[in-house]
């Protein structure tokens, strides 16, 4: 799951330095028309957090979670360049920041603590697209969670409901995910 990470962060920062390289800059098409912004503060923003995120790996190897959610929330609170601008790729790093210190909490039983980390993501993945599909998906394994717990707990109707609306986000992260995967077959052709 990690190497599949930096890989995105990777091709994200690959993308941006061929973007400034060839002095583009491309219109936004959401309802803001911002213009989206590469420029040497987007890279160094993709660079910052391409390290933050191998830094949260080498403290999550050495078994110290807590070191690796202190590395992201760096990440996550680090002012991002051109404030008020929305750049697809920042989005992008902060969405799966988000999912992965999601991910971390739900290691050490923090399911309201993940739970607040996808809503902070799914703030910078409105769109469907893969980061608004992990997201969901994270969402639905922090419900499963819920369900378990609730089980464990003796409560079976707490458990029968959580487990039902993480189906219902883990449908709807798949159907999310068919889109994506559907647009790029389209676009392929």
Known sequence: ???????????????????????????????????????????????????????????????????????????????TPHP??????????????????AELELTRDGLDAAARDVNDGLLHAKDATFFRGHLLEVQGIIEEARGNRAADAGRPDEATQARKHAVELLREAIAIQEKVVQQKTEGDR
Do not use: F, W
């Open 84 to 101: 008020g601008t929305t750049i697809p790729e920042v989005d992008e790093v902060l969405a799966d920041t988000y999912a992965r210190m």
């Open 1 to 79: 799951m990690r190497r599949a990470l930096v890989m995105v962060m990777a091709l994200a920062l690959a993308t941006a330095l061929g973007l400034a390289a060839c002095g583009k800059t491309e219109q936004n098409t959401s309802p803001d028309p911002s213009p989206q912004i590469v420029d040497n503060s987007v890279m160094a923003y993709l660079s910052m957090a391409r390290a933050r995120h191998h830094e949260a790996n080498v403290q999550e190897s050495q078994g110290d979670i807590a070191g690796a959610l202190g590395a992201l929330a760096q990440l996550a609170q680090a002012p």
